[in-house]
């Protein structure tokens, strides 16, 4: 299992579950089968962008940073029905999650890669208005 995917997973379990210290995310990451170290978590986290945030009860947890100064976009072009997303090194994976967290009708999924992601349209999206859209959103967090 590679970096994406493993990072895909850091995101979702952040989202799901309230989790307050490394160990406890490596523990939950080797549950579903990445056996990582703790310096890898670390540079993960460093690259997702992950913060650790105060919870109402004043206990700390980890959670994706939504800011909107943080969306790692460098660029963004339609073409037929995709569009092809450009990231700093190492985000693309934050970024694809950030995208399919949006739900978005005319969106069927992302793909991604180290500094590139592809957005996969449905039949009949009109690529160049969903690129807008998707940018507003990006902007908007």
Do not use: W
């Not at 990231?87 to 694809?96: D, F, I, S």
């Not at 399919?100 to 690529?127: H, P, Q, Y």
């Amino acid at each position: 299992m590679n970096k994406t995917n493993r990072q895909q997973v850091i995101l979702a379990l952040l989202d799901q579950e309230r989790i307050a210290t490394q160990e406890k995310l490596r523990q939950r990451l080797h549950d579903h089968g990445f056996n990582v170290t703790q310096a890898t978590l670390s540079r993960d986290l460093k690259e997702l962008g992950v913060v650790k945030r105060a919870t109402e009860s004043g206990l700390y947890e980890y959670a994706a940073n939504d800011s909107v100064n943080d969306i790692p976009v460098r660029g963004c072009e339609a073409s037929g029905n995709l569009i092809v997303v450009k990231t700093e090194t190492g985000l693309a994976a934050a970024v694809a999650y950030k995208i399919d967290a949006m739900k978005m009708g005319s969106v069927l999924g992302t793909v991604a890669g180290e500094d590139t992601l592809l957005v996969v349209l449905g039949k009949g999206s009109r690529a160049e208005s969903v690129r807008e859209e998707l940018l507003r959103r990006l902007r908007k967090g």
